[in-house]
């Protein structure tokens, strides 16, 4: 059985039809086609096209089919060329004849659209939920940096805290901020953490704009003129949860951009992942040893006894690029068609589902192996050093008076001065500093203190403690 073979005198070749087939890919769509062909069935019941007895059956039986798909007691036929082809098929059996009509007035082309959009509509949320527990992930951690009444939960993995930057009953824990894989600023961990946070809240806040450029009905487009009796499509377009109707029957068919958007959006993801994955990667690495990874997130290798490879975290990254791929390849595929609709759009949809299940195979993993990191705070402070300090000891001579640009030059000195004599920049005497500019004074070392250089940077956005503490509030809603 296919659903246009009625002017052809010969079957389509085997090796084509191998080709021509899509079942292996869109059968995915099966209770959205299913959904589909009920609301379809109930539109052109309206319309006259089906009497009460014909809807009724048709409906049931599809009811059947669709329960069919649920359970997994479905059976496929090998003459099954599509998902619609196999409902079609199905409902056959079920009801004999009227099963016939239900393809009255629609088209695969604005079908297997409607099935997409409706699969799209159903992933996006889930999708959405992962997102939000990795959120949440590094929300904790950044939460168990900061400084806690009582000592930070055993289960984190975290150290007791213990001395300057530990975290818990005292103070933060603090870390080198980097630009250019350089040391630059001393930062939070909770802001590092966070950083992160913000970069996935874009992600989900593109995948929920996106939502309403996906819930737009095609049904009704036919083949790509649109249909020829006295359709309710607002009716339609509300019985399958849709938000609008599409306006123009040539455009319905062929419009992709949603699926383009949606992996752009699952590329731009990967990305952010593979981001945060990098660092963590970094930070676990010996050289770093900022972080340590549970032994349930980690590999070993077949030769080194000694190793503990970041596999998870790799893998991520590493898949950043393949995410990237299906979207060119998609685009790639969308740039020349020219008309309608083309069977290149039957390539639409393998990419969707596998940038999707990647997201989902990554997502819970990687906010489980986040919850199990083990910080080492201690670590961390002593990567900080005085040098560090220098924009602070620019902005102290600015506080005095002295212009930025020269201010930056002159702190620019005492970096130098310091290096040259191998010592840290408060270890210099004053004299050497004042020798350098008279404007230095001996309030010059308090600038040296990481802590006081991060508490000032206490705008919005900034990496001082009372800023991440408002970031977590806003994140929270409080």
């Known amino acids: 059985m296919t659903l246009w073979g009625g002017r052809f005198s010969q079957k389509l070749d085997d090796l084509a039809w191998a080709l021509n087939a899509s079942l292996p890919v869109d059968q995915r769509m099966a209770i959205q086609d299913v959904e589909g062909s009920i609301a379809w069935a ?6 006259g096209i089906l009497t009460d007895e014909e809807h009724a059956s048709i409906s049931l039986g599809l009811d059947t089919v669709r329960k069919e798909f649920a359970s997994g007691e479905f059976i496929f036929q090998p003459a099954d060329e599509d ?36 699969w799209m509509l159903n992933a996006i949320p889930e999708i959405q939920a992962a997102f939000e ?10 939460e168990a940096g900061l400084p806690h009444p009582s000592p930070l939960p055993s289960e984190r993995g975290l150290p007791s805290p213990s001395g300057r930057g530990a975290g818990g009953e005292g103070e933060p824990i603090i870390m080198p901020g980097y630009t250019h894989l350089q040391r630059a600023q001393p930062i939070l961990l909770g802001h590092w953490w966070l950083s992160h946070y913000w970069a996935l809240k874009r992600d989900v806040d593109r995948l929920q704009d996106l939502t309403k450029r996906v819930s737009v009905l095609p049904l009704g487009s036919g083949a790509l003129a649109g249909a020829p009796f006295a359709l309710d499509r607002e009716a339609l377009a509300k019985s399958l949860g849709f938000d ?37 990667v970094l930070y676990t690495s010996a050289e770093f040893g900022f972080f340590e990874l549970s032994d349930a997130f980690s590999t070993g290798s077949s030769l080194m006894p000694q190793k503990k490879n970041p596999d998870v975290f790799e893998l991520t990254r590493g898949k950043a690029g393949t995410m990237i791929g299906l ?19 039957q390539e639409d949809k393998a990419p969707v589902f596998a940038a999707t299940d990647t997201l989902l195979a990554i997502l819970p993993v990687m906010a489980a192996a986040l919850r199990t990191i083990t910080v080492k705070p201690e670590r961390m402070r002593n990567a900080i050093d005085s040098t ?20 930056h030059a002159l702190a620019g000195k005492v970096v130098r001065a310091a290096g040259e004599g191998k010592v840290r920049m408060e270890e210099l005497p004053l004299e050497a500093y004042q020798a350098i500019s008279p404007v230095f004074e001996a ?14 940077r206490n705008t919005v956005g900034g990496t001082s403690l009372q800023s991440v503490k408002n970031q977590i509030r806003k994140i929270k809603g409080e």
């Open 42 to 47: 109930a539109a052109i019941h309206k319309a």
């Open 83 to 118: 998902i619609h082809t196999a409902v079609e098929r199905r409902l056959s059996e079920l009801i004999g004849p009227a099963a016939g009509k239900l393809h009255t007035g629609r088209s695969r082309n604005d079908q297997v659209a409607t099935d997409f959009r409706l």
């Open 133 to 142: 527990n990795l959120q949440a992930a590094l929300v904790e951690q950044a």
């Open 244 to 280: 609008e109707v599409s306006q123009n029957s040539l455009d319905a068919v062929s419009d992709r951009d949603f699926a383009a958007e949606y992996l752009f959006v699952c590329s731009m993801a990967a990305v952010h992942l593979s981001k945060l994955a990098e660092q963590v």
């Open 327 to 345: 979207l060119t390849g998609l685009m790639s595929t969308l740039k020349g068609l020219p008309s309608t609709y083309d069977k290149d759009l």
């Open 388 to 407: 560090m300090m220098a924009t602070d000891l620019a902005d102290y001579l600015v506080e005095k008076g002295v212009p930025f640009r020269e201010a």
């Open 443 to 456: 309030d010059v070392y308090q600038v040296f203190d990481p802590l006081e250089s991060i508490n000032k």
